[in-house]
């Protein structure tokens, strides 16, 4: 059967990627990889002998071997020149997301025996054009013949609208905590339209924060055993990206178990065990959860949207999985409905959902963004843990930097005034687009 007009979305993240596609039935369900899993860990592992290895078996490689030779978090570069450096050759963002792609592709291909021709691939709110020109340039090299570009809140929105067309008007608020950043976008759902009306977030708040403060607890308790201080425990790389894996582990664990036990063994034979109490995680990470319902109150206030307005509060992003960030939004608006909304999958099934119907519109209309006021600088809270192994994760872009870059404008001939709000159509309605919007809390678009 040729399926090469599959309708399919790419959910491509931080740390976790997720291809989806409508059925037989015009529902979207995710692709499954190879390994059974939903999502597909960004993570491209540079074998010596010059194989390229993405996903599991590229984070299991990276932690048994050599965590040098793993590129994570290309996200963060898109649009940027920074490379990833191996073996003496270099490779861009988009190398790098070309490879996952190519992954994601390959076993959509392999499972529905298609060849994908086209996809929808999501972005963050605030990615400029040069991220957005990044992103698809990745997904043409990765073999796909057209590609259109979704926000992914407005992804995650057309999810939450599918089925409900005929509900009439809604107004959502679309929490997104993922892997590497936070999104908050308040949309206007009027059918099979979707209005972008506030947005806000910081570009480095993500998962991988609660990694590195796991990270941070269980080396404190660690050198505590030996009656050292955190500073005094020295790791080398091998031993911290072993750590760190398991806090991202025992991290996932503790959304549903109130304490986990691990077990260390260094490369120079110390050995034991520790364990951590969701108590003590949730403390230490308190001030991060705080920051993001700042973020939410803040984009709230600042386009002075009356939460009573809200019909729903979607939490999604794997990291809506963790029960202290439903508790926190719930404490702060305790009149709302606060829903974790298919924290995994929506995105991708949003823009799988959106596919079907973005292709054969007209060019879509670009509804620009105000120009940007100064972004915020990153809370105490949100920035990176002194003793966080990650040399590698990358620096807090810096506000002035991220606002000129997101700030770049679409293409002349596509700007219209500022200030309007940003609309996008969802399938089997009119054409709009995907808008460029920028992250600072008085852009809404
Ligand atoms: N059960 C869970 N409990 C806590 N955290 C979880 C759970 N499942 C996944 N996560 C975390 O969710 C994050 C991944 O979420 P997601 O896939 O939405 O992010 P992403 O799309 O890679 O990042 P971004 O949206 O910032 O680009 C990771 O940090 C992962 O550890
Ligand atoms: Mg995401």
């Not at 509900?167 to 993922?178: A, H, I, N, Q």
């Not at 020295?234 to 664990?253: F, I, M, Q, T, V």
């Not at 439903?326 to 999958?345: G, H, R, T, W």
């Not at 709000?421 to 808008?435: D, E, I, M, N």
Request: aromatic share 6%.
């Amino acid at each position: 059967m040729d399926n090469s007009s599959l309708k399919v979305g790419i959910d491509l993240g931080t740390t976790y990627s997720c291809i989806a596609y409508l059925n037989n039935e015009g529902k979207p369900e995710v692709c499954k990889n190879l390994y059974g899993s939903d999502t597909t860990p960004s993570v491209v592992y540079f074998r010596e002998d010059g194989d390229v290895l993405v996903g599991e078996t590229a984070v299991d490689e990276s932690v048994a071997f050599d965590p040098e030779r793993a590129s994570r978090w290309v996200k963060s570069h898109m649009g940027t020149d920074w490379k990833f450096s191996v073996d003496g050759k270099d490779y861009t963002p988009v190398n790098i997301s070309t490879v996952i792609l190519k992954r994601l592709i390959e076993d959509i291909d392999e499972l529905q025996a298609t060849h994908v021709k086209r996809a929808v691939i999501t972005c963050p709110a605030y990615f400029g054009q040069r991220e957005r020109d990044a992103t698809k340039e990745a997904g043409l090299e990765a073999g796909l013949e057209d590609v259109k570009i979704l926000n992914e809140p407005t992804a995650a929105a057309i999810s939450f609208g599918f089925g409900h067309e005929g509900d009439g008007k809604k107004r959502v608020l679309v929490y997104d905590l993922g892997g590497g950043t936070f999104d908050v976008t308040v949309l206007d759902i009027d059918g099979n339209r979707f209005t972008a009306v506030a947005t806000d977030g910081e570009m480095r708040l993500g998962g991988m924060m609660w990694d590195e403060e796991l990270y941070n607890l269980i080396t404190k308790k660690i050198a505590s055993s030996y009656g050292l201080s955190a500073d005094e425990l020295s790791l080398n790389p091998k031993d911290s990206g072993r750590l760190l894996y398991d806090a991202e582990r025992h991290k996932k664990r503790l959304s549903s178990n109130v304490s986990v036990r691990g077990a260390f063994n260094m490369e120079d034979g110390r050995r034991g065990s520790y364990s951590v109490t969701r108590k003590e995680f949730e403390d230490a990470t308190r001030p991060l959860i705080t920051t993001t319902v700042d973020i939410v109150k803040r984009a709230l206030e600042t386009k002075n949207i009356d939460p009573a307005t809200i019909d729903a509060f979607l939490l999604v992003g794997g990291s809506s999985k963790m029960p202290q960030v439903k508790a926190a939004l719930s404490e702060a608006f305790p009149n709302n409905s606060i829903q974790v909304f298919d924290p995994d999958q929506s995105i991708a099934k949003g823009a799988a959902l959106f596919s079907s119907y973005c292709f054969d519109a007209p060019e879509p209309e670009i509804i620009p963004v105000p120009a940007p006021a100064p972004a915020a600088a990153p809370s105490a809270a949100a920035r990176p843990p002194r003793r966080c192994p990650l040399s590698a994760v990358p620096s807090p872009r810096r506000s002035g930097r991220a606002a000129s870059r997101s700030s770049r404008s679409p293409s002349p001939s596509r700007r219209t005034p500022t200030g309007s709000s940003s609309t996008t159509s969802s399938p089997r309605r009119s054409a709009s687009g995907s808008p460029t919007r920028r992250r600072t809390s008085t852009s809404p678009t």
